[in-house]
């Protein structure tokens, strides 16, 4: 038994050498049949794989030539050679016409070599790889949208436009944004003014300034700081008033809106309102479209890879400006005044970044004299006035990146959560309106805020 195997192995090394076949030592492999089994034959497209028979066969056919190509190496052995994808079938056939076995071959895309080459760019990712007709079919579960990329990419270059998505990306894929709106606003303004009123028998004159009724001793509506002298010179009467003013004030606006948005869409977020402006449309109606104004922001996050979030954001800090409004037919609208700042960048689970810089800073200096008398040295002064006014705005943005997951709804809390009506007992005796809970929100609420905080401007 032994002896013949030997010399069935040796005549079909003899055929291999003998035939003017593809070689095949090129075959992917070797499979083996049995008379009354059917299997299913997989061969790579352009790739080939022998078959081998337990049963002698007379006779080869195959179903579809332009799937497969067969060739017979001896009564034993068929090259099977894959040419286009599909699925085909191989008959063998004994001397007597009897039927020995069907093969289905089915032809597919080579992806060996894709599955090395993907287990070498992107180690660890438990990615499947299937082949569709021509086509490749990836699915499984990746770290990151980026390695996912990675992985079509790659499969594109062996199946241009016939690859076939099912991946899915794993891992917290939520991105909570926290953003803090600080916009400070000071004026500062400073004025001096003088006003030199004379008078005779004949009436009064006002030699600087507008002074109203001065000699009189009436009040100026509107003066702080006002000091206002009267003498007589003979039968001449002399006004002095003298003018000084100074303003400051400072206002602060703050927004600290969170926001969460899932990787790769987009999240909007608006502190203010709008405001509607009328617009004349082609027959000469005025129609009315609302512009919103306040704060406002739009970011779009994406999990780069890991815990690397790439972040595209655009934000904007806008009011209604009645100073610079216009008029037209008879209508008034307001102007607004807008800061707005749009950037893309990276960072990681926790970390931030500020947008600052965004400052404003007006002055404007004014100062008015009586001609010639307003050159005297010292005694010019009181023949001028000056104003000085300045103002500054400065507008600071900071954003905080993090990866998030859901919570249940216990364990969330609200402000209304701590304040429940009061009982009458509380209402009528006690004067209280509202009821507040023992814990530690109630502990933030009773807390006095008197004093100085906040933001200090030099």
């Known amino acids: 038994m032994k002896i013949r195997r030997l010399m069935a192995a040796a005549l079909t090394g003899l055929s291999l050498l003998s ?41 080869l056919s195959i179903a579809n030539p332009n799937i497969a190509d067969i060739s017979s190496l001896s009564d034993r052995s068929i090259y099977v050679l894959g040419k286009s994808p599909g699925l085909t079938t191989l008959t063998l056939l004994d ?22 080459r993907l287990r070498q760019i992107l180690p660890g990712e438990q990615i499947e790889v299937r082949t569709a007709n021509d086509g490749i079919v990836l699915s499984g579960n990746v770290s990151s949208s980026s390695r996912l990329q990675r992985a079509l990419d790659l499969a594109e270059r ?52 507008s002074t109203g009724s ?21 039968s ?56 919103p104004f306040g704060v406002e922001m739009n970011f779009i996050p994406r999990v780069v890879d890991g815990k690397l979030i790439n972040l595209e954001l655009r934000t904007a800090v806008s009011a209604i400006d009645s100073a610079n409004a216009i008029t037209t037919n008879g209508i008034t609208v307001p102007a607004f005044s807008r800061r707005e700042a749009s950037t893309t960048v990276e960072l990681r689970d926790g970390e931030s970044f500020a947008i600052a810089g965004l400052v404003e800073d007006e002055f404007r200096d004014n100062s008015g004299q009586v001609p010639w008398l307003g050159d005297v ?31 249940r709804g216990e364990a969330l809390s609200l402000p209304t ?15 209280r309106t509202v009821h507040t809970q023992q814990g530690p929100a109630s502990e933030v609420a009773r807390q006095d805020f008197n004093g100085s905080y906040g933001y200090v401007m030099d």
Request: no cysteine; aromatic share 6%.
């Open 95 to 116: 001397a007597s016409g009897s039927l020995i076995t069907n093969v289905n071959v089915r032809v597919a895309a080579d992806v060996s070599e894709f599955k090395q």
């Open 236 to 291: 001449m009467q002399v006004g002095l008033l003298l003018e000084a003013l100074e303003q400051k004030g400072v206002v602060r606006t703050l927004a600290e809106p969170n926001l969460s948005a899932l990787s790769g869409q987009e999240a909007k977020f608006l502190a203010g309102g709008e405001f509607p402006i009328p617009v004349p449309d082609g027959d000469g109606d005025i129609t009315l479209e609302f512009k």
């Open 214 to 234: 001065l000699l009189s001793g009436t009040a100026l509506t509107g003066s702080q700081g006002a000091l206002a002298f009267n003498f007589g010179v003979g």
């Open 377 to 407: 040295p010292i005694l010019g002064a009181l023949f001028r006035s000056a104003d000085y006014q300045r103002e500054q705005t400065e507008l600071v943005i900071i954003v905080s990146a993090h990866l998030v997951t859901p919570t």
């Open 19 to 59: 035939m003017s076949v593809p070689d095949a030592a090129l075959a992917n492999g070797l499979r083996v049949v049995k008379r009354g089994t059917s299997i299913t034959l997989d061969v790579p497209m352009n790739r080939a794989v022998v078959v081998e028979s337990d049963d002698p066969f007379a006779e």
């Open 158 to 209: 062996y199946a241009p436009e016939r690859v076939s998505n099912l991946m899915s990306v794993g891992g917290v894929q939520q991105v909570m944004l926290k953003v803090r709106f600080a916009e400070m606003q000071r004026t500062v303004s400073k004025a001096l003014q003088s006003s030199l009123s004379l008078a005779n028998a004949s009436g009064s004159t006002n030699v600087a300034g």
């Open 417 to 431: 959560d701590r304040i429940k009506p009061p009982s009458e007992s509380e209402l009528f005796l006690l004067g």
